[in-house]
């Protein structure tokens, strides 16, 4: 199975702040990489697919980035609503696999 | 609207069996893989595999094959989730996702709100 890595398992960070979560795979993924986000007692909710390709209705303040085994998540100046855990996924091959996920606190 | 809607929250004994839907709503149904997801207490998210409701096809997780199984009934737009013999550590939140694919980039647009289940003694 391909493992995902994210670093920081969390962070707190201010309203207005620039945040950036990494995710590494084991092996190779190409851009094979989706961004969800969850909040507490909530199903995840998409935000990126191809690694850096925005899903519809998802706030320009997210963006994506990388290739191969390296691979970004920024969000440019957070806001009250983006408090929550962020997972990496990859779609290059199954079994998919999750990072262990990133928990955005408020500081 | 597309949507997925699970079944409600289950509380078993260890040993007992179990089936939770999955029935979607506002698309072609057998159009897209359904995926189900795991949610253990506290925990990440792990992909337990998809089903193909066109054909029944399944893809499990090695992790999870022969633990559980998928089906669907493509009458009712509904796919399910089962177990033959619960165990304690299957104590979790069960998503279902409806899986999408552009340009061969496949990613979860859809998901259920979770089913929660809980097996103890």
């Known amino acids: 199975d391909i493992q995902m890595t994210q670093s920081p398992s969390s962070l707190s960070a201010s309203v207005g702040d620039r945040v950036t979560i990494t995710c590494r795979a084991s092996?190779?993924?190409?851009?094979?990489l989706n961004w969800y986000q969850q909040k507490p007692g909530k199903a995840p909710k998409y935000l990126i697919y191809?690694?850096?390709t925005l899903l519809s209705g998802v706030p320009s303040r997210f963006s994506g980035s990388g290739s191969g085994t390296d691979f970004t998540l920024t969000i440019s100046s957070l806001q009250p609503e983006d408090f929550a855990t962020y997972y990496c996924?990859?779609?290059?091959?199954?079994?998919?696999?999750f990072g262990q996920g990133t928990k955005v606190e408020i500081k | 609207e597309v949507q997925l809607e699970q079944s409600g929250a289950e509380v078993k004994k260890p040993g007992e069996s179990l089936r939770i839907s999955c029935q979607g709503s506002g698309y072609s149904f057998t159009s897209d893989f359904i995926n189900w997801v795991r949610q253990m207490p506290g925990g990440g998210l792990e992909w337990m595999g998809r089903i193909d409701p066109s054909d029944s096809y399944t893809n499990y997780s090695p992790s999870f094959q022969g633990h559980v199984s998928m089906s669907v009934d493509k009458s009712i737009s509904t796919a399910y989730l089962q177990w033959s013999s619960l165990q304690a550590s299957d104590t979790a939140i069960y998503y279902c996702a409806r899986q999408q694919v552009v340009n061969h980039y496949y990613y979860m647009d859809v998901w259920g709100k979770g089913t929660s289940v809980t097996v103890s003694s």
């Open positions: 996924q990859q779609s290059y091959t199954t079994p998919w696999t």
């Open positions: 092996q190779s993924i190409s851009s094979d």
């Open positions: 191809a690694a850096s």
